[in-house]
């Protein structure tokens, strides 16, 4: 059974960093393309980057409200997906989960919250 | 970037009603595109992928329609299980994009 469980949430001042983990299981981990998305409190959802296979180039892609302040990076050998997010702004607060490239995003875990607050 | 417009933003229908969710790209998006049901203080749940296709598990009064840059998800006969928040996506390409959400509620 696919499972995905984020981590490394918390609070964090603005200008702050923080990164969050993705533990991913029951299935390839180095063969799958994995994204982040985030909702903030009340809001509706944001997709916030994406990261391919390492096959593929382990090429990298953002949302623009996070392009050069959030990388994301992967640990096949870990099967662990990372977001580094740095230069926080009180908008990125929210809950923070990874899933599997579209369309095979059909698990979700639970989230890990960031809340970016003075 | 491409644009993904979904309306309403909200919805009140009545039990057993047929309930029909628009989402629009601009430009088009052939028929990369996504559904999710997001139910209150749940994490989302794909319906349907390849804007038609319905993910295993889902039951058959959800369909998707469309191709392009118009799509639509629809309910059949609405159920008091279906009370969520309904989003698209679109995966061709870079960013993907999520609609803003359709509220649903029962009348």
């Known amino acids: 059974e696919v499972q995905l469980v984020e981590s490394g949430g918390g609070l964090v001042k603005p200008g702050g960093s923080l990164r969050l983990s993705c533990a991913g299981s029951?299935?390839?981990?180095?063969?799958?393309?994995m994204n982040w998305v985030r909702q903030a409190p009340g809001k509706g959802l944001e997709w916030v980057g994406h990261?391919?296979?390492?096959?593929?180039?382990?090429?990298?892609d953002y949302a623009a409200p996070v392009k050069g302040r959030f990388s994301i990076s992967r640990d096949d050998s870990e099967n662990t997906l990372y977001l580094q997010m740095d230069s926080l702004k009180i908008e990125d607060t929210g809950v923070y989960y990874c899933?599997?490239?579209?369309?095979?995003?059909?698990?979700w875990g639970q989230g890990t919250l960031v809340t970016v607050s003075s | 970037d491409i644009q993904m417009t979904q309306s309403p933003s909200s919805l009140s229908a009545s039990l057993g009603d047929r309930v029909t969710i628009t989402c629009r790209a601009s430009p088009g998006i052939s028929n990369n595109l996504a559904w999710y049901q997001q139910k209150p203080g749940k994490v989302p749940k794909l319906l349907i992928y390849a804007a038609s296709t319905l993910q295993s598990g889902v039951p058959s009064r959800f369909s998707g329609s469309g191709s392009g840059t118009n799509f639509t998800l629809t309910i059949s006969s609405l159920q008091p299980e279906d009370v969520a928040t309904y989003y698209c996506?679109?995966?061709?390409?870079?960013?993907?994009?999520f609609g803003q959400g359709t509220k649903l509620e029962i009348k």
């Open positions: 899933i599997l490239n579209p369309p095979y995003s059909d698990h």
């Open positions: 029951g299935f390839t981990f180095s063969n799958a393309w």
């Open positions: 996506q679109k995966y061709n390409s870079f960013p993907y994009t």
């Open positions: 990261i391919k296979s390492q096959t593929h180039g382990g090429t990298t």
